[in-house]
Nanobody, 130 residues
């Protein structure tokens, strides 16, 4: 089981910023594809941002130019910097991880396919006050 420790989130005024982090750990795996999905009440879970182990980055169109995903491979930690937050960004943000199962191999995640995620964090709530 990959352990995921999420920090960040909270409540912010519209136009404000928040930073999420997600640290992954496992006794065998050291490389991961990491990202975030979000889900608002009454809506489907949607992919927000992904960073794969080769450094490829993908964003949902709705967050491009406002959100930035980065990673610290030495800490197996991903960060999501969220700027210019809007009321529509309010949701439960959940860290998503796919390990690299084979040393020297690769992993992949798809913003449109939450079923492809192997491990989920518990989530952190982001609330936007307009």
């Amino acid at each position: 089981q990959v352990e995921l420790v999420e920090t960040g989130g909270g409540s912010v005024q519209s136009g404000g910023s928040l930073r999420l982090s997600c640290a992954a750990s496992h006794h065998t795996y050291s490389e991961y594809c990491m990202g975030w999905f979000r889900q608002a009440p009454g809506k489907e879970r949607e992919g927000v941002a992904i960073i794969e182990n080769d450094g490829s980055i993908y964003y949902a169109d709705s967050v491009k130019g406002r959100f930035t995903i980065t990673r610290d491979n030495t800490k197996s930690t991903a960060y999501l910097q969220m700027n210019s937050l809007k009321p529509d960004d309010a949701a439960m943000y959940v860290c998503a991880v796919v390990p690299v199962y084979t040393p020297g191999g690769y992993c992949a995640m798809d913003l449109s396919n939450p079923d492809g995620v192997d491990y989920w964090g518990k989530g952190t709530q982001v609330t936007i006050a307009s």
